[in-house]
């Protein structure tokens, strides 16, 4: 897997012929990352027929394009009205959404879209050169490890809901409890299901984020006008390119954010079936914690949008690592990728790299091509697509929550599941009216069966011995530094109360 840097040269300048492949891909991955409820995964899907008639380096180029622009697009309903495109979008309107109501949408638009290209080009370039050694990741992190992973993820409940520390808990323990329906991972014994064979499979994921975050925002924001006040709108319509370049000069001004965000976005995507949720969960977490100002966090605080849309572009390039090396997909996207090589006969392993150098190589330089093309592409929009928020509520509202209904719809193809959004709605609308947080429902119901798998499966190979949770280095290392993080910020607390010494 060694090339020098001619070949590397060599492989952008042939990726670029695919050009007429690649601009087609980013397009749709934005548009589709747009539609809450719509993903990558859904829209390859939807397009097999078409990768499968491309050769294998055609097809695998408009995949890679396709999935690292949706990445980008979803940050923008996240930010606009509160409604995350997808999963791996979750953690950017805590900071986003404040951004826009207080009529800073454009200047957080480009904060989003620099932080997702910046992030996105180190990372593909840092995954390139670092194949072989975070190739290794996937070997090294257990269900030891990962059981940590999913406890960083976790704790953001209590980070989120400081001002409430009971309502978070209780919203985080509800959303566990909702994300524990269905059959057990042990006897196949179903739990909750109320007798729906739907819900055996767990709650399906997309229409409660959709129901959760779409419907409920839609229920919440008809009873206004508009998303912005009257005084706001104003200013939205009268602005001029200035808040772009802030945002673009904020995003510069916390390089090392987007940087260390990205790398932990690169470090967890090479786990498989960890994903951008849980990176952006970590991510945003571990940003407050390190923060000199967590309490600035959930106000429309930079850093606290750079975290999660840096690591979830991280996890881009990361994906990539274990289905090319070991054959292992690392997300859903990854898997049906792997559906298309398999279909044309491609052989994963080390060997691909030199064996198919446009199918390895090719595809992260495929992706870096796509993250240049996006940000001369989708930068400049960010003036006008942060007029959405003064659209009337009046005709906001049914379209969101038609799109979001379809969007629950399309994953499964069940009409169930539409039914599972609009009672999430409910759900939403409700803790949102009574000062329950949303996000911290939605942290139980996609970590929770996660970390039920991961503890499950550490127990059995352990025979049911407990201090199997103690017995890897790696992981006793990551239990100190969970402990850390979640004494920081007590401790801080007890040394900003200290009274000053006297002289």
Not at 205 to 213: D, I, R, S
């Amino acid at each position: 897997m060694e090339a020098d840097l001619s070949v590397f040269a060599g492989l952008f300048v042939d990726t670029l012929a695919y050009w007429w492949i690649i601009l087609p891909g980013t397009l749709l991955g934005v548009l589709v990352g747009a539609i809450p409820g719509f993903s990558a995964a859904n829209t390859i899907i939807i397009l097999l027929p078409v990768t499968l008639a491309m050769p294998a380096d055609e097809g695998m180029v408009f995949m890679v394009a396709l999935y690292t622009a949706s990445r980008l697009g979803a940050g923008i309903p996240a930010i606009l009205i509160n409604i995350p495109g997808t999963a791996g979008a979750a953690a950017t309107p805590l900071d986003g959404y404040p951004m826009a109501v207080s009529g800073r949408g454009q200047q957080a638009l480009a904060i989003s879209f620099v932080s997702s290209v910046a992030a996105g080009l180190l990372t593909t370039v840092a995954a390139l050169v670092l194949i072989p050694w975070l190739a290794q990741v996937a070997f090294h992190l257990h269900s030891v490890e990962m059981i940590v992973v999913m406890l960083f993820g976790i704790s953001l409940i209590a980070t989120i809901s400081a001002e409430d520390m009971l309502k978070g808990l209780i919203a985080g323990l509800f959303g566990l409890m909702l994300g524990y329906i269905g059959a057990d991972v042990v006897y196949e014994a179903p739990r909750g299901t109320f007798g729906f064979l739907e819900l055996y499979d767990k709650v399906p994921l997309v229409p409660a984020l959709v129901g959760l975050f779409a419907v409920s925002e839609a229920f919440v924001i008809i009873e206004r006008s508009r998303v912005v006040g009257a005084d706001v709108k104003s200013a939205t319509l009268a602005a001029g390119w200035g808040p772009t370049f802030e945002g673009i000069r904020e995003t510069m001004k916390h390089w090392w954010h987007v940087v260390w965000t990205g790398m932990l976005g690169v470090v967890i995507g090479v786990i498989p079936g960890a994903g951008a949720a849980i990176a952006s969960f970590v991510a945003y977490q571990q940003s407050r914690t390190l923060s000199k100002t967590p309490e600035l966090y959930g106000t429309g605080h930079v850093p606290g949008l750079i975290a999660p849309e840096s690591a979830n572009n991280g996890v881009t390039s990361g994906t990539l690592i274990p289905l090319l090396i070991i054959g292992v997909p690392g997300g859903a996207t990854a898997a049906i990728m792997s559906v298309v090589l398999e279909y044309h006969g491609v052989n994963f392993g080390p060997d691909l790299f030199v064996s198919e150098p446009m199918i390895a190589y090719g595809s992260f330089t495929a992706m870096c091509i796509t993250y240049l093309l996006l940000g001369l592409m989708i930068l400049p929009l960010s003036r006008y697509m942060s007029r959405v928020t003064v659209v009337p509520t009046m005709y906001m509202t049914p379209i969101l929550i038609a799109f979001t209904l379809v969007g629950a719809f399309v994953p499964r193809g069940y009409l169930f599941d539409m039914g599972v959004a609009l009672v999430f709605g409910l759900i939403g609308y409700i803790a949102r009216k009574t000062g329950y947080h949303v996000a911290a429902i939605l942290i139980g119901v996609i970590l929770g069966p996660m970390l039920e798998n991961y503890f499950l499966r550490a127990l059995r190979i352990s025979q049911g011995d407990l201090t199997t949770l103690f017995s890897s280095n790696i992981g006793n290392m990551l239990w100190l530094l969970l402990a850390v993080t979640l004494l920081t910020p007590a401790v801080r607390g007890v040394l900003g109360k200290r009274p000053p010494e006297s002289p």
